[in-house]
């Protein structure tokens, strides 16, 4: 499809486990954005990248937190040493550019035990 | 701190019938905003976006009002359809000078009575 891809869908790991989400945006897509959303809640802001340079990185929770996308084209999350309280779900977004509309991904539902 | 806000958590219509959906929000520096649907285990779905300049876009079924005074955003969808049952997000960009990234409000439930 032409829509932002993410896998895996769900993962479920132990706490201290370290676990990394993919980002495939839509082709040509300069701008990708990666956001966390607690159950009933509105996805909130982790990082941005425009094509491979991470700009913005303010919404990252903690070092344990890390983002690439080394190609400018798919992005990875990484989160070390997980803890519980990261278990949500992880949205990654990609727009032409900067402020324009963002197409979301179905998400990753991380669940740590 | 800054926040984008709902008035209404939930709101139930008939099939049929119009639904509004309001928005406040906090930054007078936000010239970009946007609406979203999302419904249960899918990603946020883009409606519509209007830009500061404007005070009202249309598509189709959906109307998107702007009013920088009072700082609301409301989002009209005519003839409700049970496929409009889900979650409505509003964001907003946070001023010109922001990368982009969006900051979402906490959300309305729109439940659609056939």
């Known amino acids: 499809g032409a829509g932002v891809s993410q896998s895996p869908r769900y993962k479920v790991a132990k706490r201290g486990q370290d676990v990394a989400l993919r980002c495939d945006p839509i082709?040509?897509?300069?701008?990708l954005f990666w956001y966390q959303q607690a159950l009933g809640q509105g996805p909130e802001f982790l990082t941005y990248f425009q094509n491979e340079a991470q700009l913005d990185k303010s919404g990252l929770p903690s070092d344990r937190f890390f983002a690439e996308r080394p190609e400018g084209s798919v992005s990875t999350l990484k989160i070390q040493r997980t803890q519980q309280e990261d278990s949500a779900v992880y949205l990654c977004?990609?727009?032409?550019?900067?402020?324009?509309?963002?197409?979301f991904g179905d998400g990753t539902r991380l669940s740590i035990l | 701190g800054e926040s984008v806000g709902l008035h209404l958590p939930t709101l139930s219509v008939q099939e049929g019938d119009n639904s509004i959906i309001n928005c406040a929000y906090s930054?007078?520096?936000?010239?970009?905003f946007i609406w979203y649907k999302q419904e249960s285990g899918k990603g946020p779905q883009f409606i519509i976006d209007?830009?500061?300049?404007?005070d009202k876009r249309q598509g189709q079924r959906v109307t998107v009002l702007l009013n920088k005074t009072v700082k609301h955003l409301s989002l009209q969808i005519a003839a409700t359809q049970p496929g409009d049952s889900a979650v409505y997000f509003c964001?907003?960009?946070?001023?010109?000078?922001?990368?982009?990234?969006?900051?979402f409000g906490q959300g309305t439930t729109l439940q659609v009575k056939p």
């Open positions: 964001a907003e960009n946070g001023g010109s000078g922001n990368t982009g990234k969006l900051i």
């Open positions: 930054n007078s520096a936000s010239d970009y």
């Open positions: 209007i830009r500061s300049n404007m």
């Open positions: 977004a990609s727009s032409l550019v900067g402020n324009q509309p963002q197409h």
């Open positions: 082709s040509g897509h300069v701008s």
